[in-house]
């Protein structure tokens, strides 16, 4: 074993005394795990199926292509393993898991990123994709906020299509019933504008959603909408507290009351290709917002998933456009 002198002890201490009180103060909160199997990819989904496991599915390939591959990734084994494709190509997927069973509910498809509503329910222990009541056709898009509440998952806004609306809509489905739920008070229906590529998830009762643009890609917003899912009658509401760097297409990851925000994309500053390295958080108690250190590696177009109270994000474009990397990193706040 090998001796360590005073000063590499501290050394030793300062990298591994986790959890840091002080995320700002170093960036070895992030780690480089095993590179995404599919390639450099973006517009993927991810979620995590249960306390070691997580999937990503579909997802825009660099080379070019929409693909249906997903890959389970195994977090004490650092390995990937490919299981059974979506019955069609997706990209933008509206996903989330409830009871260990991951939910597709529509996202984009094809080569010209249609919106759909075709949804499936996987289940791990089969390895099957089993189709389920479609969102309604008129709701259909892709890069909805998701959150689960109970046994309902919930969406707010998203984009028609590709180059198609930012939209207002909230749909929730019910896994238990197997249907969408029709009764959603007006107040609630609705965010209070148009978003797409915006971030947020639920925390208690507390459905938020976090920036996103409205239109064109750099009509970035900061806005913090929230709606109370055990008040629904009383809608949604503006919070006080704004993003310091406006931004859509960013990933979001929620550990405590806190919402994490990460990279993005719409930046007039062309440094990294119109992408941010911009890594902030959202306390949901205090409603206010604090910068984060950087991202190792900024990006958009990824997607955040928390196990554990560790944020992993598989994937991502490095710049606007095709540019997008494999590379697989996991923050620790
Ligand atoms: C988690 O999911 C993986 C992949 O489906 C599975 O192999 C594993 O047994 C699951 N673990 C638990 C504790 O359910």
Redesign the pocket.
Known sequence: MMLLNPISLSLFWALTSIPFTHAQSTPAAWKTLAAVPAGPIHEHAAVA?????LAIVGGVLERGGVIDSVY?YSIPQDTWKKVTSLPITINHANAAVVD?KMYILGGMTGAAWNGTPRSWVYD?ATDKWTAIASMPASEARGSAVMGVYGKVIWLASGKTKSGGESVTWVSAFDTASGKWLTDIPAKAKNIPEGRDHGGGGIIGSKFYQLGGSLGAIENRKDTVFVLDLEDLGKGWVTAKGKMPTPRRGFATGIVGGKIYTFGGEGNPDRTYGGVFKEAEVYDTVTDTWAALPAMKLPRHGSAAVVVDGNIYIPGGGTAMGTPATAVFDVYSP
Not at 49 to 53: E, K, Q
């Open positions: 199926l249960n306390s070691s496991h389970i260990g791990p």
